[in-house]
């Protein structure tokens, strides 16, 4: 690893040498405001693979301003943290939503699947963004519907198969749903798509929005706002 090399993006592991010591990272790192957006998450659970449990350890994805030099960064994060740099493991990443679907080991079931609430970061929306645009291919009518029969909220459908397959929910849904809407009005129907319509636009519209923080409190408004369940 070039210390000298340079970039905006940059992927960190630290390993914990005393009891609840990344936790208190977690805290100065979002007090200390050293990455423009970052995303960060407590291993505690992973397995060696002579079947020994993993050192407990911290994973960030940071992202600064402009290009800085991986040794600038690792001397900032070792005085702003009060971290040695022995504990510390830095590189440079060229494909933040890969890391960030990391942090939860998304994509490779054979490890420890950690929960996407336990991520902390400085930006909400900007995270969930994020992490759906890293699910963003396209999907088949069958693999859409196969979420849908299992009953996947509105939130769960936006994490795991991402915005754009989630505006295709109107139609599959309308389909899928025929059957059971048949004791309803046409006009209940119609104004209930409408609603789903509005809610994802609204929901697309928080998520992708520059101004701001958003939270998931304000994402669950307006799923309620809508009358769907969270």
Do not use: W
């Not at 970052?38 to 659970?45: E, F, L, P």
């Amino acid at each position: 690893m070039n210390l000298k090399s340079k970039s905006k993006y940059f992927c960190i592991v630290i390993n914990e040498k005393a009891p609840n010591e990344l936790e208190a990272i977690q805290v100065r790192l979002y007090d200390c405001a050293i990455f423009q957006f970052y995303a960060s998450i407590i291993h505690d659970k992973d397995i060696l693979s002579n079947g020994n449990l993993k050192v407990k350890h911290l994973h960030i994805y940071g992202e600064k301003s402009s290009q800085i030099a991986l040794e600038t960064l690792l001397n900032e994060l070792c005085d702003k943290l009060n971290l040695n740099k022995e504990q510390i493991s830095i590189d440079k990443t060229s494909n933040d939503f890969l890391y960030i679907q990391y942090l939860t080991h998304k994509n490779d079931t054979n490890k420890y699947q950690y929960d996407f609430k336990d991520i902390k970061t400085n930006n909400e929306a900007e995270l969930l963004a994020r992490y759906t645009k890293a699910y963003k291919q396209a999907l088949t009518e069958e693999e859409i519907t196969d979420h849908l029969r299992n009953d996947k909220t509105l939130t769960d459908l936006i994490k795991n198969i991402g915005l754009d397959n989630t505006k295709r929910y109107l139609t599959i849904y309308n389909q899928m749903r025929k059957d059971t809407l048949e004791t309803m009005t046409e006009t209940q129907i119609k104004n209930r798509i409408l609603d789903l319509n509005d809610c994802i636009n609204e929901l697309c519209d928080l998520i992708y929005s520059n101004y701001g923080i958003t939270t998931i409190e304000k994402m669950e408004k307006i799923l309620h706002k809508y009358n769907f369940k969270n």
